[in-house]
């Protein structure tokens, strides 16, 4: 008896101590923005983050597989091919997905683009549904591949989150590539754990709750976000 009631008090002091490893999207400067937030918020919990650098399919498959805790921030597009995946329900913020094009001009729609070569990153499930607007596409393994190939005149567009597609730019020294108005779509970023977390889920959305009722999750996505751009700056 004494044993088991030992047991049940200390178990969530051994568990608020552990460690969490959660896979970081390779090329992704977005992925920093949702580290930064985390690493933050899981220090309420008393818990420390590491992070594995994979390529997006990678990523992905070793955090269905449990290989990793889970995933720095992904779009609730993986769900459908993730079942062991929980989303933690609170976003960390929005993703502004704009065509990246060689030409400076308006977004209008996708089928207004379809002639164009299309080259996206293997393993992002939210690209799947753009895939039959174009005529040619390509895949590649990272984003700075994707870019590598429009500025060789390879491809002619890309769709890319804004704020991550104009560090890389920026970083790689590549001009003549332009995020088009008004971005394509603007989704939600959730954080995810595998099932075998799943206690954890609802503690870490209670700390992400209350750091978004006081404002204080907008202000370090804010410090991320400048963080980034100023870099390469």
């Known amino acids: 008896m004494f044993i088991s009631i ?4 200390w178990s969530p002091l051994l568990y608020s101590a552990q460690e969490l490893t959660l896979s970081k999207l390779k090329d992704l400067p977005d992925q920093f923005i949702g580290e930064y937030i985390l690493i933050k918020a899981y220090a309420h919990l008393g818990i ?3 992070f594995n650098v994979l390529p997006a399919s990678r990523a992905l498959r070793y955090a269905q597989e449990g290989i990793v805790d889970g995933e720095i921030q ?3 597009a993986i769900e459908a091919s993730s079942p062991t995946l929980i989303r933690v329900p609170t976003s960390l913020g929005p993703l502004d997905s704009c065509i990246f094009f060689t030409k400076n001009t308006k977004f209008t729609a996708l089928k207004d683009f379809g002639d164009y070569r299309f ?3 293997r393993g992002i499930k939210s690209f799947d549904p753009l895939l039959p607007y174009f005529k040619e596409s390509h ?4 984003q700075g ?3 590598k190939m429009i500025s060789h005149g390879r491809a002619d567009l890309t769709s890319a989150g804004r704020i991550g ?4 730019l920026k970083k790689l020294g590549i001009t003549g590539i332009y995020p088009l108005d008004p971005p394509r779509e603007r989704y939600a970023l959730y954080h995810y754990l595998h099932e075998k977390h799943r206690s954890l889920v609802p503690r870490i959305n209670e700390v992400l709750q209350k750091l978004s009722k006081t404002g204080e999750l ?3 996505r804010a410090e991320a976000i400048d963080k980034l751009l100023s870099s390469v700056l």
Do not use: A, D
């Open 6 to 9: 030992f047991c049940i008090f």
């Open 165 to 168: 597609g104009l560090y890389q």
């Open 74 to 76: 992904r779009l609730t």
């Open 119 to 121: 080259v996206y990153v």
């Open 48 to 50: 420390e983050l590491k």
């Open 145 to 147: 591949q994707v870019w």
């Open 139 to 142: 895949v590649v393994n990272t």
């Open 218 to 220: 907008q202000k370090l």
